[in-house]
């Protein structure tokens, strides 16, 4: 798979995601991406991007300024 805005190559990796909200930041760590090794652009497959999607949703309603989270952890 090709970067869609380079075109460099992609590389499976674990990156950090950070959603910041109103009032609350929201990090989720070791989260599986395909990286463009040229410009770091980041995607992710329908599944992680819902995983990610029902991880926000179910953590946005803390009162913490600031969570961190292990993808796997919340996935599993």
């Known amino acids: 798979m090709k970067c869609f805005k ?10 950090n995601y950070v959603v910041d909200l109103e009032n609350t930041i929201i990090i989720i760590k070791n989260v599986p991406a395909n990286v463009c ?6 995607y992710f497959d329908d599944k992680t991007a819902e995983n990610i999607e029902k991880i926000v949703n179910q953590l946005k309603e803390l009162s913490a300024e ?11």
């Open 6 to 15: 380079c075109n460099g190559e992609l590389e499976l990796k674990k990156v």
């Open 37 to 42: 090794m040229t410009c770091n652009e980041q």
């Open 66 to 76: 600031v969570t961190v989270v292990n993808y796997k952890e919340k996935v599993a």
